[in-house]
């Protein structure tokens, strides 16, 4: 199961397991959906400052209908499922 760390304000998610440990607000980008398709991305903020974890899909597409996802509480983590070019929380 490949993982990635992001500490870093900004980072592109590169991997199906993502942890965000950063201290500051950080922002990540998904890959294109359409190119993950059918595809599941876990992504969990542990950092318990109070920084805001934001997710952002690539290319205009969205997930759930909305345009990011933003995470704020130490330990909130989130399925994220790429399919037919759009992200779907699960």
Known sequence: M???VVTTAS?????SHVVVTTAGNCALTLPDAS??????FKI???SAE???????PSNG???DGQSSLTIT??????TLYALA????IF
Do not use: C, F, H, M
């Not at 109070?50 to 952002?56: A, E, G, K, R």
């Open 61 to 63: 597409q969205t997930i």
């Open 11 to 15: 980072d592109t998610v590169s991997a």
């Open 85 to 88: 070019g759009a992200w779907y």
């Open 35 to 40: 190119t993950v398709d059918q595809q599941e």
């Open 50 to 56: 109070p920084n805001t974890l934001t997710i952002s």
């Open 73 to 78: 509480a130490q330990y909130t983590a989130v």
């Open 44 to 46: 969990k903020k542990t």
């Open 2 to 4: 490949p993982g990635q």
